[in-house]
């Protein structure tokens, strides 16, 4: 089986800008979750996404939305960028979320200008 | 909120020799998972444990879900240069979403 992919890997960005990421979950899984992962703070938990309803959210600006298809492949988008914004943004999928064991794709390495 | 604590932040330790490393949390879990990290890249689910008391082994890595539900270790035997990154671990209990320890960086000097 193929893992989770994510696109693109690396963006380069300027402040107000807005950004989509998209990651694409490892066949037959259903739950997608987003996490923002910087040196300061570690990973942080921003939503997940369990057929094409948000299921949870973490504690970030609303800013930061999402959606997923029914394909299951989900996306992330981050509005009115700034610099604190720059970061590993990751996605990982299990098959049906929360508890169950999640594995993640390889990252979007976000820098904003 | 839920927090996870991992000993300890860093080490530095000469090939060939073991490695422990552990996760604690202030509230019991349900589920443990270990990852590892190299620069740049997602992490990587090394063990995954779903029971107090279980013991796994994947190739020279040994993890165990401690009985009080509040810890779990690592340990890496005869380590390698390729064992160098930062080892995450992650809990959960049932219907939540799981929270991320903040990583142990692992350095091997040959």
């Known amino acids: 089986k193929a893992g989770v992919t994510q696109t693109p890997r690396y963006l380069i960005k300027t402040r107000g800008q807005q950004v989509t990421l998209s990651c694409s979950p490892i066949?037959?899984?259903?739950?997608v979750s987003w996490y923002q992962q910087t040196p300061g703070q570690g990973l942080q938990f921003l939503f997940e996404?369990?057929?094409?309803?948000?299921?949870n959210k973490g504690n970030f600006p609303g800013r930061f939305s999402g959606r997923q298809f029914s394909n299951s492949r989900s996306e992330m988008n981050v509005s009115t960028l700034e610099l604190g914004d720059s970061a590993l943004y990751l996605c990982?999928?299990?098959?049906?979320?929360?508890?169950?064991?999640?594995?993640f794709g390889p990252g979007t390495r976000l820098l904003v200008l | 909120g839920q927090q996870l604590n991992q000993s300890p932040q860093s080490m530095f330790i000469q090939e060939g020799e073991d490695v422990s490393m552990n996760c604690t949390s202030s509230?019991?879990?349900?589920?443990w998972l270990w990852y590892k990290q190299d620069p740049g890249e997602g992490p990587v689910l090394l063990i995954a444990?779903?029971?107090?008391?279980e013991l796994t082994s994947n190739g020279r890595l040994t993890a165990q879900f401690g009985i009080t539900r509040k810890d779990s270790f690592l340990n890496i035997s005869a380590s390698i240069p390729s064992d160098v990154g930062i080892y995450f671990c992650?809990?959960?209990?049932?219907?939540?979403?799981?929270?991320f320890g903040p990583g142990t960086r692992l350095s091997v000097l040959p």
């Open positions: 996404y369990f057929s094409e309803t948000q299921r």
């Open positions: 066949s037959g899984h259903r739950s």
């Open positions: 509230s019991i879990f349900n589920t």
């Open positions: 992650a809990g959960a209990n049932y219907g939540q979403n799981f929270v």
């Open positions: 990982a999928s299990s098959l049906a979320g929360r508890e169950e064991t999640q594995y």
């Open positions: 444990l779903y029971k107090a008391g």
